[in-house]
C-alpha cells in the first residue's frame, strides 16, 4: 500500500510542476504491457507492468533521446518446481533513464538502466526495440534483468 501511495504522490508532483510550466505536458507518456518472467528456482510466470515517463528535450549526439521512467511490475505467480511447493509473486515499483537511438524513422533501439525498490531490489538493465506507429503511439519489445528476475516485456507506450 505504501508503495501505491508513493506512485500517486510522484504522479501529483509531476502534475503540480506540470501546472508551472516547468515540464512540457507534451513529453509525458503512459504505457503497459505483459511481462514474461523468469525466476531461477521457481520456473516462469506472465505478469504486468505500468509505465509513467517523461522524454527530455535534449539529445546526445544530436539523434539519442533521454527519457525518465517510473513504473510497477508484477512478475505473477511462478509455477512452483524442482521440489518448491509454493507459489512466489515478485512486485514493485522502480525507475529508469532510457536512452532511445533511432534506426530509422519508425524504429529505435532501447537501453534501460535504473534501479527496482520491490521485492527484488536493486539495479536493473535492459534493451529492446521499439516501433513508433505514429507520433503519439508505439509498440516495444525488452529483456529487462534484475537481480533476480529477468522478464521479456511487451508493452503500448502513449504520449500525450
Request: charged share 20%.
Given at each position: 500500500m505504501?508503495?501505491?501511495?508513493?506512485?500517486?504522490?510522484?504522479?501529483?508532483?509531476?502534475?503540480?510542476?506540470?501546472?508551472?510550466?516547468?515540464?512540457?505536458?507534451?513529453?509525458i507518456y503512459v504505457g503497459g504491457g505483459l511481462g514474461f518472467n523468469s525466476l531461477p528456482g521457481y520456473?516462469?510466470?506472465?505478469?504486468?507492468?505500468?509505465?509513467?515517463?517523461?522524454?527530455?528535450?535534449?539529445?546526445?549526439?544530436e539523434?539519442?533521446?533521454?527519457?525518465?521512467?517510473?513504473?510497477?511490475?508484477?512478475?505473477?505467480?511462478?509455477d512452483p518446481y524442482k521440489g518448491f511447493s509454493s507459489n512466489e509473486d515478485?512486485?514493485?515499483?522502480?525507475?529508469?533513464?532510457?536512452?532511445?537511438?533511432?534506426?530509422?524513422?519508425k524504429t529505435d533501439m532501447?537501453?534501460?538502466l535504473g534501479y527496482?525498490?520491490?521485492?527484488?531490489?536493486?539495479?536493473?538493465l535492459g534493451t529492446g526495440m521499439q516501433y513508433k506507429f505514429d507520433t503519439k503511439l508505439a509498440f516495444r519489445m525488452e529483456y529487462v534483468a534484475r537481480q533476480n528476475v529477468n522478464s521479456l516485456q511487451a508493452n503500448v507506450?502513449?504520449?500525450?
Open positions: 505504501k508503495k501505491i501511495l508513493l506512485v500517486l504522490a510522484m504522479m501529483s508532483m509531476v502534475s503540480s510542476v506540470s501546472a508551472e510550466g516547468v515540464i512540457d505536458a507534451k513529453r520456473g516462469s510466470a506472465r505478469g504486468f507492468q505500468f509505465i509513467g515517463g517523461y522524454d527530455f528535450d535534449f539529445k546526445l549526439n539523434d539519442i533521446s533521454s527519457a525518465l521512467e517510473i513504473g510497477y511490475m508484477g512478475s505473477g505467480d511462478f515478485v512486485s514493485g515499483l522502480w525507475a529508469s533513464m532510457v536512452e532511445s537511438v533511432p534506426l530509422s524513422s532501447l537501453v534501460r527496482d525498490f520491490g521485492d527484488d531490489d536493486g539495479f536493473l507506450v502513449v504520449k500525450f
